[in-house]
Antibody
């Protein structure tokens, strides 16, 4: 079955760039859509962005100016970069998979375990 | 803040039926189907319902979903202690051109 594993630094300084990678096993990244979702401590879920092999991407409008999502098919990974981070970006970040159907109507059906990122000096 | 509104909490005794509402608008639930996620304490979310009323393989039929107009709901029949979790609705929003989650509902089994 498809498994996802997030990796990246657990601590990022304010104003710097957060970089996370999701390693996919059990499927090719060229076969599905891939999203990042985050959850600040004690709060709800927030979708960040998705990417597809065609280069198609969509971003949460509130993060669009700072976020970049990309695919690395040679490594079967996808990544997230978030620039100019502040304490408000402190959260658990999840990588997720969804099927190639419109408007995510089949939902985010596979999730990684999540990685905690703290923004602090 | 989220464009999908859920009650902060819901509760019931074992065996009871609990219903969680999700209120949206014409650009999200009014146009697209709804997905539901269950997040057990300390765990990653899990897809519980897709296309408003379809259960992924392995999800008990105690869980059911519906959508009408700009609202949706998730019902848990025969509530069990292992159902104690946070539940989130979600849908694509055409105006935002993005996926939006509900505010979340904490279900407590009394």
């Amino acid at each position: 079955q498809v498994q996802l594993q997030e990796s990246g630094p657990g601590l990022v300084k304010p104003s710097e760039t957060l970089s996370l990678t999701c390693t996919v096993s059990g499927a090719s990244v060229s076969s599905y859509y891939w999203s990042w979702v985050r959850q600040p401590p004690g709060k709800g879920l927030e979708w960040i962005a998705y990417v597809y092999k065609s280069g198609s991407t969509r971003y949460n409008p509130s993060l669009k100016s700072r976020a970049t999502i990309s695919l690395d098919m040679s490594k079967n990974q996808f990544s997230l970069r978030l620039t100019s981070v502040t304490a408000a970006d402190t959260a658990v970040y999840y990588c997720t998979k969804h099927n190639v159907v419109p408007v995510l109507e089949e939902g985010l059906d596979v999730w990684g375990q999540g990685t905690t990122v703290t923004v602090s000096s | 803040q989220s464009v999908l509104t859920q009650p902060p909490s819901a509760s019931g005794t074992p065996g009871q039926r609990v219903t969680i509402s999700c209120s949206g608008g014409n650009s999200n639930i009014g146009r697209n189907t709804v997905n539901w996620y269950q997040q057990l304490p300390g765990a990653a979310p899990k897809l519980l319902m897709y296309k408003s009323n379809q259960r992924p393989s392995g999800v008990p039929d105690r869980f059911s979903g519906s959508r009408s107009g700009t609202s949706a709901s998730l019902a848990i029949s025969g509530l069990q202690s292992e159902d104690e979790a946070d539940y989130y609705c979600a849908a694509w929003d055409e105006s935002l051109d993005g996926y939006v989650f509900g505010t979340g509902t904490k279900v407590t089994v009394l």
